[in-house]
């Protein structure tokens, strides 16, 4: 079956300070990736996807790359802030298209952004 | 607002008293699932639905229940809660033929079965 793996923290770092957070799959086929961040106390919300290999997905300065040879969607900032701090989760579907009917998270992992 | 709404946010009861959740989604999707979130174990599928009348058991449908008789209410029935179904829940929505992949989710309902 489809899983996606991710280091689940907590990920401590400065303000300003560059961000990865590590995320690999495994699927048949070529699934959609994404990236959903939960702020405190809230639900999950969308942050960027990619629906093919070598796709970037960006948003909020954040970025992803879909690498299908490393089977890796790798989260980076470049400099992040204090509101950043939150939970992301990794996920893929399998789905054409990507629909989010088969959607496979990650167990999440926790920054934590200091000032 | 483009929303989806849990009721009760917070809730507290006891063994084998039948609770319901809520769940209702002002955008006219036609998918909606319940997940939980439990620590170390991240986000698990309880039920879904791809429309009026059609729900499908997710990964750990064990002791749950789920309705869909409108396309923008389902409701999570818990018949006889017992202590591990202690957990954070989230209702979630999504356009399911544009599979853009985005699913809305609601701000969760949290929990605790003494």
């Known amino acids: 079956g489809n899983s996606v793996t991710q280091m689940e923290g907590p990920v401590t770092l400065s303000e300003e300070a560059f961000l990865t957070i590590n995320c690999t799959y495994t699927?048949?086929?070529?699934?959609?990736l994404f990236w959903y961040v939960q702020y405190p106390g809230e639900g999950l919300q969308l942050l960027l996807k990619?629906?093919?290999?070598?796709d970037k997905g960006s948003n909020k300065g954040f970025e992803a790359t879909y690498r299908k040879e490393t089977t890796s969607f790798h989260l980076e900032k470049g400099s992040v802030q204090v509101s950043d701090s939150a939970v992301y989760f990794c996920?893929?579907?399998?789905?054409?298209?990507?629909?989010?009917?088969?959607?496979?998270f990650g167990k999440g992992t926790h920054l934590i952004i200091q000032p | 607002e483009a929303q989806v709404t849990q009721n009760p946010r917070y809730l507290i009861t006891v063994t084998g008293k039948k609770l319901t959740v809520t769940c209702s989604q002002n955008?006219?999707?036609?998918?909606m699932s319940w997940y939980r979130q439990d620590p170390g174990l991240g986000l698990r599928q309880i039920y879904y639905?791809?429309?009026?009348?059609?729900?499908d058991k997710g990964d750990v449908p064990e002791g749950y229940k789920v309705s869909r008789k409108e396309k923008r209410n389902f409701p999570l029935i818990l018949e006889s809660p017992s202590p591990n179904q202690t957990s954070l829940y989230f209702c979630?929505?999504?356009?399911?033929?544009?599979?853009?992949?985005?699913?809305?989710f609601g701000e969760g309902s949290r929990l605790t079965v003494l």
């Open positions: 979630a929505s999504s356009l399911y033929r544009v599979n853009t992949g985005e699913l809305f």
């Open positions: 699927a048949t086929g070529y699934p959609s």
């Open positions: 990619a629906t093919k290999a070598d």
């Open positions: 996920a893929l579907s399998d789905r054409p298209g990507g629909g989010a009917d088969g959607l496979t």
């Open positions: 955008m006219n999707h036609e998918y």
């Open positions: 639905s791809m429309n009026v009348e059609v729900t």
